[in-house]
């Protein structure tokens, strides 16, 4: 084990590892507080992918080549990354992206609202503008800071490209370390390494379950129902929708989950019901797919992640939950090298 050694069946950590376990403890502190996650995601993103394409470079080339076939690799990846990103963002600013889908949901509550309790129809938002400020005190205040247009979009803006460049020159001095580095400086970057690897295990693992949950969703919307003649409103924008929230763990199944469940409902109460349990079928297929593809990846039980995701929502809102179950399993990384557990 790196920065530790073991005398007497004790296990002792060097006082570089404790200092790099300080910073890095801090570093997410700081991340989490001053909302800089979407920059550090975006890094960390540039940095596992440029890894991961590196490795299929050519091996007798000169260094002077190869570095020009990183700096290219690099700025592959963040092109990609970048338009991706603008796709998404011109998406839900569209006419038909989330503001008509938002206007969907508003209207089918309106629809409901007469064959409901009345406990329950005077809590449901009579407009967009009504439903908007509920998910914003739902998903607390960070949402709508991340969200506005102008200046503090174009600052998230900044700090998203600002991160993908600082992941690039990270993944570029990867292969430019030397193997005699001083003890701190070795510490550090088993640190940057372990919380890669932790954000590769998780991110990617992920976008596997939703891209499968994306698909069994299509499949019922797109295919399923129209067979027996019913064609739900939005429904390519519900399928879009449940891979993009579907990043987030066990939440974001719930969110994709409501809104299907309420636009079926608003065609017949037949319809709202088939949907509520194909959905609960999904989800407990999930259930298993994330205890086995997540779990297993980063050593870690559905409950341990929920927890965590719960501990740090309290903590840093909306910010805390996407980030938890990467730092957890960072964390449970670090304290797996070091033999604690």
Known sequence: MRGSFVIDNKLYMSRYTIIS???????????????LLPAVLAGLAVYVLTLKLARHLPKNISRFAHKVALGVVVIC????????????????GSSHGIAALLAT??????????????????????????????LLELLGEHVQKI????????????????????????????????????PFISALRCRLRNIATAFDKVVFAQVKISALNTALT????????PLFD?????ATILVLLTFAVGMLPVVGNLVSNTVIVVISLGISPG???????????????????????????????????????????????????????????????????????
């Open 218 to 225: 299509a499949l019922y919307l797109l295919v399923a129902l």
């Open 21 to 35: 376990y300080v910073l890095s403890v801090t570093a997410v502190f700081l991340v989490l507080r001053f909302h």
């Open 77 to 92: 990846v963040i092109t990609c990354l970048t338009s991706a990103g603008a796709a998404i963002w011109s998406f839900i």
């Open 271 to 341: 319809v709202g019901f088939a949907s509520l349990l194909f959905l609960v079928l999904i989800h407990k297929a999930e259930y298993f797919m994330n205890a086995r593809i997540v779990g297993n990846q980063v050593q870690a039980t559905a409950w341990e992640l929920l927890s965590a995701m719960l501990l740090l929502e309290a903590a840093f809102g909306v910010v805390g939950l996407v980030a938890a179950p990467i730092v957890y399993a960072w964390l449970k990384a670090e304290a797996k090298e070091q033999g604690l557990i």
């Open 105 to 134: 949901v508003v209207d089918t509550l309106g629809s409901l609202r007469g064959t409901l309790p009345a406990s329950v129809a005077d809590v449901l938002p009579t407009t967009i503008e009504g439903l908007r400020q509920q």
């Open 147 to 182: 969200s506005v247009v102008g200046m503090e979009g174009i600052k998230v803006f900044a700090h998203i490209l600002l991160g993908m460049v600082v992941g690039g020159m990270a993944a570029l001095h990867h292969f430019t370390e030397q193997d005699m580095a001083p």
């Open 230 to 234: 019913v064609h739900l409103p939005m």
